[in-house]
């Protein structure tokens, strides 16, 4: 298996940033990558964008999976709906 972390390159292109996002965020690039994942994000306007985008994902997804059931009736209200569309009507 190839090392993500491989840091010959003198550069971030951003398909790899796209790759390291978790590892960035965990902390877990070796300081060099680091350092160019970091310039890279300075230049990149569309790779800031993704990381505000997937950090605001990561700190919704605790509070998706707290929503509220339906209420009894409306659970009912919806199998009726379901049952009649399934039978043609």
């Given at each position: 298996?190839?090392?993500?972390?491989?840091?010959?390159?003198?550069?971030v292109?951003?398909?790899?940033?796209?790759?390291?996002?978790t590892?960035y965020?965990?902390?877990?690039?070796?300081?060099?990558?680091?350092?160019?994942?970091?310039?890279h994000?300075?230049?990149?306007?569309?790779?800031?964008?993704?990381l505000?985008q997937?950090?605001?994902?990561v700190?919704?997804?605790?509070?998706?999976?707290?929503?509220?059931?339906p209420?009894r009736?409306?659970?009912?209200?919806?199998?009726?709906?379901?049952?009649?569309?399934?039978?043609?009507?």
């Open positions: 298996m190839p090392d993500r972390h491989h840091t010959e390159v003198e550069e292109t951003c398909r790899e940033f796209v790759e390291l996002v590892d965020l965990e902390g877990a690039l070796p300081d060099r990558r680091l350092e160019l994942v970091e310039q994000l300075v230049m990149c306007d569309w790779c800031k964008t993704y505000e997937f950090e605001a994902t700190e919704a997804l605790p509070g998706a999976a707290e929503s509220e059931s209420s009736e409306a659970e009912r209200a919806l199998l009726a709906g379901f049952r009649e569309w399934r039978a043609g009507g």
